[in-house]
């Protein structure tokens, strides 16, 4: 595979439930990155990581939970969400992190939670 | 970042070509200029960079001026497959944080 996957592509889930998207990206690329976006909204950062350590926190509630295994490899665990947190999440990466470089998207995973 | 601005919907018929101008004002020394595309349900994709004058690829054009306060995305001769929201970002390509945001954008929509 190449570029950048992210898994599963829909989820739905109560907000009792503990879920966990998976992103993982084959370009080398140095850094990760989470967005939410909700319907007709922007694009929101959440969360980004550069050479596996978390740079950016962009005031996300705690019930989102990052984790950046290795290089290749980023998760996004959930738990006790609400229904506003319903969107679609993206993974990007980056050759590196700073915001101008050009930044590689997955397909995003459509979340719905009831 | 230096804050971007553009508008927030264009409307073009299939074959004419699109200028999106995007005004950025604060625009820093070492501010890149960069574009990207975004379909519905799907992530942006990169579309053009450039840090001055002008820049082409396959796909569009990117005008600079000399002040650099501005930007114009150039397409050519659209089809109904680039109905999308077309994003300008102004930022560094090292440092500046990672305060990246995409905006509104502009949705072009195209007709037949």
């Known amino acids: 595979e190449t570029g950048v996957t992210q898994t599963p592509r829909h989820l739905v889930m109560g907000m009792t439930n503990k879920k966990s998207l998976k992103c993982e990206q084959h370009?080398?690329?140095?850094?990760m990155y989470w967005y939410k976006q909700s319907a007709k909204k922007p694009l929101e950062l959440m969360f980004v990581?550069?050479?596996?350590?978390?740079?950016e926190n962009n005031s996300v509630p705690s019930r989102f939970s990052p984790e950046c295994p290795n290089s290749s490899h980023l998760f996004l665990h959930l738990h006790t969400l609400q229904p506003e947190d319903s969107a679609l999440y993206l993974c990007?990466?980056?050759?590196?992190?700073?915001?101008?470089?050009?930044?590689?998207f997955g397909p995003g995973t459509r979340l719905t939670v009831l | 970042l230096a804050k971007t601005t553009q508008p927030i919907s264009m409307d073009s018929y299939e074959g004419q070509e699109v200028n999106i101008t995007c005004s950025h004002n604060?625009?820093?020394?070492?501010?890149?200029i960069t574009w990207y595309q975004q379909f519905p349900s799907q992530g942006p994709r990169f579309i053009i960079q450039?840090?001055?004058t002008k820049v082409t690829n396959e796909v569009a054009s990117l005008f600079i001026p000399a002040d650099r306060k501005s930007s114009t995305l150039s397409l050519p001769r659209v089809s109904l497959s680039d109905t999308a929201v077309y994003y300008c970002?102004?930022?560094?390509?090292?440092?500046?944080?990672?305060?990246?945001?995409f905006g509104t954008g502009t949705q072009l929509k195209v007709e037949l």
């Open positions: 450039g840090y001055k």
């Open positions: 970002l102004v930022a560094p390509l090292t440092g500046g944080g990672n305060k990246l945001t």
């Open positions: 604060n625009i820093a020394t070492n501010d890149y």
């Open positions: 990581y550069s050479l596996e350590e978390r740079v």
């Open positions: 990007a990466s980056s050759q590196d992190d700073g915001p101008g470089n050009e930044q590689f």
């Open positions: 370009l080398g690329h140095n850094a």
